[in-house]
């Protein structure tokens, strides 16, 4: 039969592996150098640019290839 085990000590020990866990996330979070606001802008600009980008090419070759399908179909 399986040893039971004390609820209280098992709370105690979700407790403290939870602080242990939080308090190294906190720590973690001191090294991380965050990019300033005009970095933070000029990253999201990027990304945005290269999504349009992206976007119009995709438009673009499917609209070629929806071309050469009635093309092909229309034949």
């Known amino acids: ?3 039971k085990t004390n609820a209280v000590n098992g709370d ?9 866990y939080f308090g190294g996330v906190k720590s973690e979070f001191k ?5 300033s606001k005009k970095d933070w802008i000029r ?3 990027i990304v945005i640019a290269v ?5 119009i090419f995709i438009y673009a070759v499917d609209f070629v290839f929806s071309q050469i399908v009635s093309l092909i179909i229309g034949l």
């Open 1 to 3: 039969m399986a040893a």
């Open 12 to 20: 105690k020990k979700d407790s403290k592996s939870l602080k242990r």
């Open 31 to 35: 090294k991380v150098i965050w990019p």
């Open 43 to 45: 990253y999201s600009l």
């Open 51 to 55: 999504s349009i980008v992206t976007a």
